[in-house]
Every structure is written in structure tokens, then in C-alpha cells.
């Protein structure tokens, strides 16, 4: 959202900042380590987690909107375009899902 900065951390939270003065205006602890950078798009912010879960929070006020599990770490940066999150974990998988609703649309798994 204008005029915040969010950014992940080593201690499992995210963190929105004023983005002149950097006072933390809000922060949302997930089970561990945020490595993702975040993503946002129509108001909500996207980040992935060390606990497999993938995170939707309200940008303004850092409410979670959903979660979802995948089979691994999610250290890649989510990306959205149409209304849809994509996002890879360490379970070597790329997942779509619905990002209003978080369900799955599509799961990629990669051949070994």
C-alpha cells in the first residue's frame, strides 16, 4: 500500500513500515523464517513462510486472510497476475492458487 514497506524477517514475522520514517506500523508472526520478499496486489500482501504456508494479510492492518499449506519451505517470492498467487516450495512444486480464497488451482510438480 502507499507509503508502507514490507519486508520479511529471520524471526518468522513480516513487517509493515512507514516507508519515510520506518516505525513499524504493524507485524504478523508466522511459524518461521520469512525469506520470501512479499507480494501485493489489491490490497493484500502475499508472503511465503519456512512453516510451508503461504500467507494473505490485509496490507492496512496485517489481518490474515488465509494460509495454505504446501509440502515444503516457501522461500520464493509469491507473484500474482489475474487474480492468481503463484509460488514455488522447496517440495520442488509451483503452486496457483485462488488469491482471494487461497484454494488450490493448479499444482506443477517437478519430475525427478
Do not use: Q
Amino acid at each position: 500500500m502507499r507509503g508502507l514497506v514490507y519486508v520479511g524477517s529471520e524471526d518468522a514475522s513480516l513487517y509493515a513500515l512507514n516507508a519515510k520514517s520506518g516505525a513499524k506500523i504493524w507485524s504478523y508472526t508466522t511459524g518461521d523464517n520469512v525469506f520470501s520478499s512479499p507480494a501485493i496486489w489489491d490490497g493484500v500482501v502475499y508472503v511465503g513462510s519456512g512453516d510451508y504456508s503461504v500467507y494473505a494479510l490485509k496490507a492496512l492492518t496485517g489481518t490474515e486472510i488465509w494460509n495454505y499449506t504446501t509440502g515444503s519451505s516457501v522461500e520464493s517470492s509469491p507473484a500474482v497476475s489475474n487474480g492468481t498467487v503463484y509460488v514455488g516450495s522447496v517440495d520442488d512444486s509451483v503452486y496457483a492458487l485462488n488469491a482471494v480464497t487461497g484454494a488450490i488451482i493448479y499444482l506443477g510438480l517437478h519430475d525427478r
